[in-house]
């Protein structure tokens, strides 16, 4: 009932002020940029007085890209509250006596988005704080909290090492990410790889040479291959001498074999140890956390997500929202159907509506601009509204738009989202315009080669035009 009542703060759009034809400035770019009419949609309203600006195929169905985060992280919100957290707990199978657990540790993931190094060291800290320094026995890896199916994180473009790619998991750590830093070395003729973190049970081969000349080159000219387990990582090429450093970030191992492995690397700096390897399993029911380690809220997850577009963790939100609602575990599955009710009851339904993961890391994702706009209005109604629009990256300052719309006159303007994909260009979210007016604006290009600068151009001309308003 509370949702339906605020679901009355979305006022009807009027269509007084609606453009027929695309402005001018607008039309312009669309022509010298060769895309067809029927592959751009925009939307745009005036938040104050719910007057429709500019319609352009605002009913179509589009792949929205990235900008579907933009309805993942609003329902994450909305269901689950700005306030919200994570937990990962660790339960001592055995008795600890003098900073020596004479058995097993176990460590339970709950879901955490953000559980990267940093946050890892202060989580182990705690764990030491708690009595324990060194480990008589294994570490128990549980992550029943998600089910994930078995998929392969390179089915989308073939690049199951690229950090986009990550597939969720209940104790993802790290982002299951390694940094590599290449440096040339003084003889002219090797380079040295150093990883970061340095994983134990991670292999690498180092094949690189160099080559004369400056500091440039696709990657470069670095080629990183893995074998089938991923915990084998093979370099080769001619890297530029002119390069005083360079770093790459590619994914390795397996989840469980990662968090095993910057355990290790990070308790070990803390000065513990653990004499056993490690096993998956399950935490016995009713047995006291002897650390539960609580995640960021969910304002900071979220602002993560919209500013950078961190796909693992938004769908992290998906499998969050399934597990609440329908307990544990959480699926993929039962999130969508989450928001997808969500979406209903607050009559924010639209039936070109289709959400394949949460991230937009997908073929099959459709929405309008119209739909999308219909969101932000919503947001904007909500007691949270400052929390989720300051979530959005900041024009020219910050996030995926820092170095978008190279004009002074919009810095800090503009509150958006982007979206791309190959051939997918889009963005949306709130702008202040010149006036003082606030709009909310989606704007969605799916053409061969939009987002190769086209729905760019695009997109920066319908913000001048709306900002000139």
């Given amino acids: 009932m509370k949702r339906l009542l605020l679901s009355l ?7 007084l002020a609606t453009e027929a034809t695309l402005p001018e400035s607008i039309r312009s770019v669309v022509n010298v940029r060769q895309v067809p009419d029927a592959a751009v949609s925009i939307f745009a309203i005036d938040l104050e007085s719910n007057e429709i600006l500019l319609d352009w195929n605002g ?5 929205p890209g990235s900008t ?7 329902a994450a919100l909305d269901i689950l509250g700005p306030a919200y957290t994570w937990r990962t707990n660790f339960f001592a199978l055995g008795n600890i006596n003098h900073g020596v657990l004479n058995g097993d540790l176990i460590i339970q993931g709950g879901g955490d988005p953000f559980l990267v190094a940093e946050r890892i060291w202060q989580m182990l800290r705690q764990l030491r704080r708690a009595g324990v320094e060194h480990v008589r026995g294994k570490l128990i890896i549980d992550d029943s909290y998600f089910a994930v199916d078995n998929v392969d994180p390179g089915a989308f473009d073939g690049q199951p090492l690229r950090s986009y790619n990550v597939v969720p998991n209940a104790l993802l750590m790290n982002f299951k990410t390694v940094r590599y830093w290449f440096t ?15 994983l134990e049970n991670l292999t690498i081969r180092n094949q690189l040479s160099q080559k004369a000349g400056p500091c440039r080159g696709y990657q470069r000219g670095v080629a990183i291959n893995a074998n089938d387990g991923h915990d084998t990582m093979t370099f080769s090429g001619r890297f530029p001498s002119g390069c005083e450093a360079y770093a790459m970030d590619r994914t390795a191992l397996s989840h469980n074999e990662y968090v095993f492995g910057l ?32 995640s960021l809220p969910m304002t900071d997850v979220v602002t993560r997500i919209n500013k950078f577009s961190n796909n693992v963790m938004a769908r992290h939100l998906v499998f969050t929202l399934a597990a609440e609602a329908n307990g544990v575990p959480g699926t993929e599955a039962g999130g969508i159907a989450e928001i997808n009710q969500w979406l209903d009851e607050n009559n924010l339904d639209d039936e070109n509506f289709v959400m394949v993961n949460g991230a937009g890391l997908s073929r099959d994702t459709r929405m309008t601009t119209q739909h999308l706009v219909r969101l932000l209005q919503y947001a904007w109604g909500q ?14 300052l910050d996030g995926t738009v820092r170095r978008r719309f190279d004009a002074s006159w919009l810095d800090g303007k503009a509150h958006l989202k982007t979206g791309s994909l190959d051939h997918v260009s889009a963005i949306a979210g709130y702008l202040q315009s010149r006036s003082g007016r606030r709009y909310a604006v989606a704007i969605m290009v799916n053409h061969q080669d939009a987002h190769r600068g086209p729905g760019n151009e695009i997109q920066e001309a319908v913000v001048r035009w709306l900002y000139e308003r």
């Fill in 9 to 15: 703060l979305v006022l009807p759009m009027t269509s």
């Fill in 59 to 63: 009913a179509a169905s589009r792949n």
């Fill in 68 to 74: 579907v985060k933009l309805v993942t992280t609003l």
């Fill in 184 to 198: 040339p070395a003084a003889n002219g003729r090797s380079v040295t790889i150093q990883p970061d973190p340095d």
């Fill in 263 to 294: 355990f290790i690397f990070l308790w070990d700096q803390l000065g513990g140890s653990l004499t056993g390897g490690w096993q998956n399993g399950s935490t016995p029911q009713d047995l006291e956390a002897l650390v539960s380690f609580e």
């Fill in 383 to 396: 007691s949270y509204m400052p929390e989720y629009m300051s979530s959005l990256a900041l024009s020219g």
